[in-house]
């Protein structure tokens, strides 16, 4: 009764449970019938593992001095990084990280440094494109209030993107991307959670410094990786470490019901029941709501997405790269990303996934299936050469994988978290159950860690 009961198989309950038992606890994890470790455990196909897009991890200095892990407030868009240090040294404890290389762009057929995510904006030095427009700091629509101004709770993307970088800069270097990824405009997206779709959303001074091909005072944002390339590979050991521990009790069942009297919670499988005073969940909005007998919520706006793994031999890669956003919208591909180039690995087979947009694939299509679009896209954008460059292994397509940033959609996940708390009392909350922008690696780490100090 007084050990911690998990429910649920995110990242979040898998580094609880690690620090659980680091704390001599004995906790329960019942993960309702899904694989361990969640999105961030990849996806194992024959004997490799591959991880589903590109997943990058960062390692800041915090934003605040000695911040203590129960003011963490999941409501707050990246809380996280007031703790970046522990979810960086967490990580290192598991497995010391390498620095992945420069992420690239293709725009206007050329391969240039990454500048939607990594800060380098060599692309625009000498761009014949005119600057963005003069907009002080006062502006309520400037950048630098894009965490925690009051406009930016309704603003859009769109809008913020018109004020701060300009419409002919934005419509050239970044709207292309957003359109392939998310099936949309950029009015859609609520600038705050500009992130969710990879979009940048820069200062305008910066980008003018850069068109003059002046300093613009920001450095490269740094990424890294597992030694293997592949995050999922780091988990997986994680979820292995669970699993052969004595002190975890792992039920690989799904959940048939879950109720709390003033006693605690009981949870109950088709193997028996566990009770607790201590719960935390991690699952989905949808399963827990269902769970709780709560009535599902309505569909969000949500793009999908189309994910070619593979195996391609490395004597055939004559164009070399470890992550590839594709901005052109003359290609369905949106990004491609080389798992073993990200750790400087060179095997005689490199892991390679490749997304793209259905709706690029089907307006491409001419007769083609989905694979032999990306296949040949691949072939082209690693320069390949020969017949057999190529090991196919599975193409999948995600339905409504990505779900955007609406103002709506941010409402209505608040407003579901308010709900399922409510009905909840007491249980710790984690991942998607916290709302919308709370189910990065780096947030679940810190829920984790929390949750773990809390539980003790």
Not at 46 to 65: H, N, S, W, Y
Not at 97 to 125: H, Q, S, W
Not at 365 to 370: D, I, L
Request: net charge negative; hydrophobic share 45%.
């Amino acid at each position: 009764m007084d050990e911690p009961l998990l429910i649920g198989n995110n990242m979040a309950l898998l580094v609880a449970a690690v620090e659980l038992v680091r704390r001599g606890r004995r906790p329960t994890l019942i993960t309702d019938g899904k694989p361990l470790g969640g999105h961030f455990a990849g996806a194992q196909i024959g004997e490799a593992r591959f991880d589903v897009g590109m997943v990058l991890l960062e390692k800041l200095a915090p934003t605040a001095a000695h911040a203590r892990l129960n003011t963490y407030d999941p409501l707050q868009r990246n809380d996280w990084t007031r703790f970046a240090d522990r979810a960086a040294a967490w990580l290192d404890a598991c497995e010391p990280l390498v620095r992945a290389p420069t992420p690239e762009c293709l725009v206007e057929g050329r391969f240039v440094p990454d500048y939607l995510i990594t800060n380098r904006l060599d692309v625009f030095r000498g761009a014949n494109v005119a600057s963005p427009p003069q907009l002080g700091r006062d502006d309520p629509r400037h950048a630098t209030h894009k965490n925690t101004g009051a406009a930016y709770e309704q603003l859009s993307y769109a809008d913020a993107a018109q004020a701060n970088h300009g419409d002919a800069l934005q419509a050239r270097f970044i709207e292309p991307f957003v359109r392939k990824l998310t099936g949309h405009g950029s009015e859609v997206l609520l600038a705050r959670y500009h992130r969710a779709a990879w979009a940048p959303l820069y200062y305008p001074e910066t980008l003018t410094a850069a068109l003059r091909g002046d300093p613009i005072g920001i450095d490269e944002y740094p990424f890294w990786t597992s030694h293997t390339g592949c995050i999922g590979d780091l988990v997986a050991r994680l979820c292995d470490q669970v699993s052969n521990s004595d002190r975890v009790r792992i039920v690989a069942e799904p959940t048939t019901s879950l109720q709390h009297d003033e006693d605690g919670w009981c949870a109950t499988t088709a193997s028996g029941s566990v009770t607790s005073d201590r719960l935390a969940l991690g699952l989905t909005v949808e399963r827990a709501r269902a769970l709780f007998g709560l009535a599902p919520l309505s569909a969000p706006l949500a793009a999908s997405v189309v994910v070619m793994f593979c195996l391609v031999r490395a004597e055939a890669i004559h164009r070399h790269t470890a992550c590839l956003m594709v901005v052109d919208e003359a290609l369905a591909t949106y990004r491609l990303t080389d798992q073993d180039a990200l750790a400087d690995r060179d095997p005689p087979w490199h892991r390679v996934v490749v997304e793209a947009s259905p709706d690029s694939l089907l307006y491409l299509a001419n007769g083609r299936t989905q694979q032999d679009i990306l296949l040949s896209e691949l072939r082209q954008l690693l320069s390949l050469a020969g017949d057999d460059a190529v090991q196919v292994l599975k193409t999948v397509t995600a339905r409504n994988a990505l779900v955007l940033p609406t103002a709506e959609e941010i409402d209505r996940s608040a407003a579901a978290h308010t709900e399922l708390a409510s009905i909840a009392p007491g249980a710790r909350l984690t991942g998607g159950l916290l709302g919308y922008g709370a189910t990065s690696m780096n947030d679940q780490i810190i829920q984790g860690l929390k949750m773990a100090e809390e539980f003790e």
